[in-house]
């Protein structure tokens, strides 16, 4: 499934039609709901790259997948030195262009082949919600390569992805692989996991867990999101808080999307 999949074409169509965390995010429920996604996110990406790296202010980064900017905003955030992104759409290079004039934004396909000259260039690379949207299993090991190269000696890569304890779930854009799956293709890329963490608990589809409650929970919040888009909005504002409070106590692990950092194999 999804070996014919256009990911260039899809996103392009995507992003002109939405181009906002809501094109990004989870489409089918609404611009409120994904508004609140994404402050999770903020939480997890921040607190995660603070304790790997307290100062990033002589730190070199890039971003892959920009997208909307999101996660190039967090490195601004963060005080980082020099920020670059990258994405696989043109309306998406343009915008960021047009958003971020002072930082380079490259239009490449991190699963074919990483622009020239970049080779051990950056302190730290940042995939969030990119990788499980290549669906090619060639494409998915060559991304990991690609980054691998533009990492310098001690670089860090931070990465999101489905991390599952089971067999590998595949849809037509998306693929959640196991941890087997992921370590395998990070080991051929010389890359260490050092740190694994949830990214949510009750926000996202519980794709690594058999509960039957969990998988209920969210059966039913799809019901209610997908079709009322202000009341899933208020529901994901109730819910932000308990989901903050839930991400204490996973430890590196939990039902969903996890966050996962790693550095070259010495």
């Known amino acids: 499934m999804g070996e014919n999949f256009d990911a260039k074409d899809y996103w392009e169509k995507r992003l002109q039609g939405n181009y906002d965390l809501h094109g990004v995010g989870l489409i089918e429920w609404g611009p409120w709901f994904n508004q609140w996604l994404y402050r999770i996110r903020r939480h997890g990406f921040l607190k995660t790259i603070r304790q790997i790296k307290s100062n990033w202010a002589d730190a070199c980064v890039l971003d892959i997948g920009s997208g909307t900017g999101f996660y190039l ?12 992104g990258m994405d696989l759409t043109d309306v998406a290079v343009e915008q960021l262009q047009a958003k971020f004039p002072a930082m380079a934004i490259h239009c490449a396909d ?3 082949g990483a622009p020239g000259g970049m080779d051990k260039q950056f302190d730290a690379i940042s995939c969030m919600d990119v990788l499980f949207h290549i669906v090619d299993d060639e494409h998915y090991q060559k991304a990991f390569e690609n980054i691998a190269a533009m990492l310098n000696d001690d670089g860090l890569f931070v990465f999101s992805d489905s991390w599952l304890k089971g067999k590998d779930i595949r849809g037509v ?10 370590q395998q293709a990070l080991t051929q890329a010389r890359l260490q996991v050092i740190e694994v963490h949830p990214m949510f608990v009750l ?5 690594d867990s058999s ?15 997908a079709r009322f888009h202000r009341l899933g909005g208020v529901l994901a504002a109730v819910i932000y808080p308990l989901e ?23």
């Open 110 to 112: 991190i699963g074919a």
């Open 73 to 84: 905003e967090r490195w601004q955030e963060v005080g980082a030195k020099s920020i670059q």
């Open 211 to 225: 509960n039957p409650l969990l998988r209920f929970w969210w059966w039913s919040l799809y019901q209610v999101s």
């Open 173 to 182: 854009h998306i693929v959640h692989r196991s941890r087997e799956h992921v």
């Open 244 to 266: 903050r409070l839930l991400l204490r106590f996973y430890g590196s692990d939990g039902p969903t999307t996890k966050v996962i950092v790693c550095k070259k194999m010495e």
């Open 203 to 207: 926000l996202n589809a519980p794709v």
